[in-house]
């Protein structure tokens, strides 16, 4: 089974703080992504990576960022923190075989700004 | 734009009672199709998919089958169980480019014994 690990369950933070957020999958995906989960608006993707170093926006890439300098590991920065960052962070990863391959999820990290 | 619309939930359903969960979605091409489930206090979990018209996923006792005339993916159990409350999300798959999902915002579904 896939298995997509995200480091912490549950993180508080304090406004301006930078946060890092880690996920490392062990399928050896190419695609790994970031969303971020919010009541009534459902998942917004914040960044994804096709490859080793290479990211792309997403709908929502305002105040993050993103590193991938291996391939299982796929972090996101929160540069300064801020209170409407609060929220379940979820990433995910998937294949690039032939086909629509489906995403694996990590089971999330709930991050609270104060 | 390209989107998935589901129905409102939250949902609320006794033991035993058949469920539909609509979907449907604006692409352009042939997507593939999920549905995905989340559990309390988890991640998003494959439910099932459907990669071209006309074909059925199932998966513990859901399905769904992928209508191009109506660019439908309607999700239903026959018969639901305490254990399926959860949310579920609808999703599609662009047929080229890249891997990105198009997620619907979920709809919440508690299933009272």
């Known amino acids: 089974d896939v298995k997509v690990t995200q480091s912490s369950r549950y993180l508080v933070k304090r406004t301006g703080e930078k946060v890092f957020l880690e996920c490392v999958q062990d399928m050896d995906h190419e695609n790994m992504f970031w969303y971020r989960q919010d009541p009534g608006l459902g998942l917004r993707l914040i960044y994804f990576s096709y490859d080793v170093k290479m990211k792309e926006k997403g709908d929502i890439p305002e105040g993050y960022s993103v590193s991938r300098e291996k391939k299982e590991r796929f972090s996101l920065i929160l540069e300064s923190a801020s209170t409407n960052q609060t929220s379940m962070y979820l990433c995910?990863?998937?294949?690039?075989?032939?086909?629509?391959?489906?995403?694996?999820f990590g089971d999330g990290t709930r991050l609270s700004i104060l | 734009g390209n989107s998935v619309t589901q129905m409102e939930g939250p949902v609320t359903l006794s033991e035993e009672a058949f469920l539909t969960i609509n979907c449907t979605y604006t692409?352009?091409?042939?997507?593939?199709l999920f549905w995905y489930v989340q559990y309390p206090g988890e991640g998003l979990q494959l439910l099932l998919k459907a990669t071209k018209a006309d074909d059925k996923g199932s998966n513990k006792g859901f399905e769904a089958t992928y209508r191009k005339e109506t660019t439908s993916f309607h999700l239903e159990k026959g018969s639901v169980q305490v254990s399926d409350s959860a949310v579920y999300f609808c999703?599609?798959?662009?047929?080229?480019?890249?891997?990105?999902?198009?997620f619907g915002k979920g709809t919440k579904l508690t299933v009272n014994p």
């Open positions: 692409a352009t091409g042939y997507p593939s």
């Open positions: 995910a990863s998937s294949s690039s075989g032939t086909g629509r391959q489906p995403q694996h």
């Open positions: 999703a599609w798959g662009p047929t080229g480019g890249s891997e990105k999902l198009v």
